[in-house]
């Protein structure tokens, strides 16, 4: 042989036997070397080599590539089916405890999925705006006299259009003014009142990137008198015909209709009907659009794509300073993102947005966590619990040659099974809940979002990462476990870890505690605003607006000449509903500005609105100068004065700007004090109220009505209506209407959170349940053995419970200051709120023990009547 | 034809196989087929179609000796098996049939 052999390319042959498969690789690698060798030898080393470069190149081709999943791994894939098959088998050997385990599983996975599409739906919001991320809506911070700040969602008029002069990063700019009342639509004959319509510029097609369905989005809204109005107006009066050019209409004005817009998304913060043209407006009331300090209009700014927001902002404060302080308007324009409006404007004043809560989000997802981390736990204790019965199948499996890792992905697979069954289940529950859910949170969310193959994969992934969250320890619990102690001893027990089982019970119980806490506080608190007293009674309160060519006082009493009314008034300005916010002057102080809440009224309001009068008198007609000068102040208004006792109140010098003349001032004297009203919802602080009688603003009537015979009443208002108005429609409202909308968040969020709760209570218990179950079948034998002995069947129950009692008093230690300090932090922003009782925790606290005790109670009660031969005739 | 497939190249290497008899593995199958009809052979077209024939059945192989040179890697040795003699047989069949079927006159031209 010659002194050196010649050596075959080493790294290609290590490329071929990568890609190879394996079964040929021996025998083509022998091929290929014995070619390369004859090569060498005939035609030298470097031929010989390049060949077979050249061949093992050609080698790549199906046939001999290896199969895509490797050869190797296939076993493997079997060997994880047999993984869920015994699982399966093992899920119907334990029925109680897989049924457990599933229904436990689905009702926390059903709830999750129900609270993700809340949650989902609710960040959905604005998201089909173009730009969204640079457009802006301008708010204001009003800063009070006793420097207090207000969020207002409206700003002056002069704000965007000064803003884009002043500052080049400014695309566009929109205003919008609402109109607060429904305005009348005249179509030919058809007569009808429309609300959700406003004035709006041209910019606002863009701003909310709206679809038309006819007209032009570049000139719609430039001119005068123009309107555009939605699709669904367009078929209610014109049908399936064309719009485009047709006149509406309003104020006895005939407004031409330049565009029609697909109806705002339901995703939408700003939704409206209507809009008639500012340009209109700003014609006839060119003076006003000058103001500073009439914040009445809804604005939005979209900046160029390279604008530095934060600088903006900052500049802002300076702009504020420049433009309104020195107009002694105490504002400051703000900045909010168009996409957060949603979530984060709820705490702005006279919004017309569709307001979310993004506390609620978070509440709520803390919820879905909690269930989850519940059921989860339930899943762990019961696991471990159990791992005493499957201690011979680990051991059989040990010796039979089984490595740790295959036990732990048999356990584990395990419970992904049972996520996978349970996400099955819960999704069916979350299909039969949504339509409730739907109902009550006034949402269209369909479960076909669910469809969306992004989901089903994210679902599928949630659903395998619960089961490993799980599964994990229980399965390096069980597999942990030595196979001669198992297979040697011959008591099936093994010392548990029964510290771990008791602290998640604990923990479990800490949830759910908590959760008990947090839902009566917000029922209580919800209860607690609807049913507060506001100062003034709000029940059998019929509204009226007075509209067209109506005499207000022979309105009112032709509407009260009937049995059951029983008090009429006249007034701009009812508790729920708009009031003047300008204020009045102390004229014994310099004529300093106070800002109050004013409300017109006439002679009967204190009457009709159930006012309390505690110190001086009632407007009455027996005193003429009553109009011309008397004012009547709440004790709000009186402490603003400076009178903390209502009686020295009595006299004091006050003047009001006159609306019909803003020069002169309406002078007079504090006549009376009546208790506070709460004008707004009971989560806002109390406003300084001061009445006064100026039939000038008059514009709507309020009727106290016998609550008795109602639908006579209101036949009696409707038929005096028309005779006194034949243009508009009859409409009427009941005062505490208002009232309910106004708590109807607090509603929705009491009664989502009670149902919650039920569901991780339910799924606690479930676990307990288990718990008990099985620990009282361990000591089957104990039991029998105590019974022969003599021990009582009360006894007995009390031996089996006191442990679960002691585990509940531990989690209430800990609970009981938690959620005291959760549930403080909710109420901080309530000004009137409910107080944290003790008897609340000692109800939370009953009822977690009385679940306990009959979960626990029954389970032990049935052991202990067991006939004892049952459990010692074995041995 | 349907129930024997075998495609031209196949027929080649079971053909070659049949030839080599008992010595008949990769590398002697390779230069059998080389020196008989002059044709090249690459490494992959011939393990793709024995491959394919074992697959079919028509061969078998078992390990054989293993050199120095081949590092320890067994000669694997292929026979064929009775389905693949009948596999032959079918497609020479075949092809006589048609042989006979072509008129005398074509070839006769092709032979001036």
Redesign the interface.
Known sequence: MAARQPIPPSLLLRFFRWYCHPKLADRIEGDLREVFHERAAANGERFARLRMALDILLLFRPGIIRPLGGVQSLNNYGMVGAYFKIGFRNLMKNKLFSAINISGMAISMGSFLLIGLFVFDELRFDTHIADADRKFRVYNEMIDDDGSTRLGSMVPPMVVPTMKEEFPEVESTLRFLNFNNPILFTVGETRLTEANGGYAENSVFGMFSMELVEGDPATALTEPETISINATLKKKYFGDKPALGETITLWNRPMKIVAVYEDFPAHAHFQRNFMIALPGFIRERAERMQSWGWTQFHSYIKLKPDADVPKLQAQLEEFSKKHAWSRDFQYYFRLMPLKDVHLYASGQLWDLAVHGNIQTIYILLATAAFILVVAILNFVNLSTARAVNRGREVGVRKVAGAFRSQLVQQFISEAILIALIALTLGIVMAGMVLPVLNQFTEKQILLGVLLDPRIIVALLAFAALIGIAAGTYPAFHISAMRPAMILSSKSTTVSGKNLLRKGLVVFQFILSFFLIIASLVVANQHRFMRSADMGFDKDNIVVLRLRGQVVPEAARDAFANHPNIINASLGYGLPGEAHAGDGINDSENGDKEMGCSMLTVDHDYIRTLGLEVIAGRDFSRDFPSDEKNAFILSEEAAKLLGHTDPNTALGHKVSWPRWDNPDSLKKGTVVGVVRDIQLNSMRDALRPVVLHIFPYAYNTLALRIRPDDVTGTIGHLEKTWKSLNSQWPFEYKFLDENFDKMYKSEEKLASLFASFTTFTIFVACLGLFGLVVYSTSQRFKEIGIRKVLGASEGGLVLQLGKGYLLLLAISFLIAIPASYFAASAWLERFPFRVDLSALLFVKAAVLIIGIALITVGVQSFLAAKSNPVAALKEQ | MKKYQLGEFEEVVILTIAILYKEA???AI?KEIESRIARNV????M??AL??LEEKGYINSV?GE??E???G????YYGVTALGKKAMQHSMETRNKLWKAIPKIVLEIKTV
Not at chain 2, 42 to 45: I, L, R
Not at chain 2, 73 to 76: E, K, L, Q
């Open positions: 593995y990769g590398v390779k690459s490494m992959g077209a393990h793709t491959v394919r390990n293993s050199t040179e081949r590092l890697r067994p000669r694997r």
